[in-house]
């Protein structure tokens, strides 16, 4: 089991850059593919990005293609999400999950376990 509390949420403006952190409790986290989505209010939960255990390969929605960079360092437990020119649109609620082998790394949202969220507001 792995308890997940993701961190770096703010208020900044249109254009600017943010850095997510989610802070994974346990020995095992080398183990857990992870992945980042995101709430926004009135909307349903949407994938953003996804790392495999290893950091052999990653995934991103069209919508933050070239604009976020999934990262993680197993030795601290911790994967990052790093946001740069973000838009009023990346304004959402955003979770880190983690799982074990996950099958398709771009399109799994079945994530075993979730964190509570960090609330990131892009203002235009």
């Known amino acids: 089991q792995v308890q997940l509390v993701e961190s770096g949420g703010g208020l900044v403006q249109a254009g600017d850059s943010l850095r997510l952190s989610c802070a994974a409790s346990?020995?095992?986290?080398?183990?857990?593919?992870m992945g980042w989505f995101r709430q926004a209010p009135g909307k349903e939960r949407e994938f953003v990005a996804a790392?495999?255990?290893?950091?052999?390969?990653?995934c991103y929605a069209d919508s933050v293609k070239g604009r976020f960079t999934i990262s993680r360092d197993n030795a601290k437990n911790t994967v990052y999400l790093q946001m740069s020119a973000l838009k009023p649109e990346d304004t959402a609620v955003y979770y880190c999950?983690?799982?074990?082998?996950?099958?398709?790394?771009?399109?799994?949202?079945?994530?075993?376990?979730w964190g509570r969220g960090t609330q990131v507001t892009v203002s235009s």
């Open positions: 790392i495999r255990r290893s950091n052999s390969a990653t």
């Open positions: 346990g020995r095992t986290f080398s183990t857990y593919d």
């Open positions: 999950a983690a799982d074990v082998g996950v099958p398709i790394l771009c399109r799994y949202s079945r994530y075993a376990y």
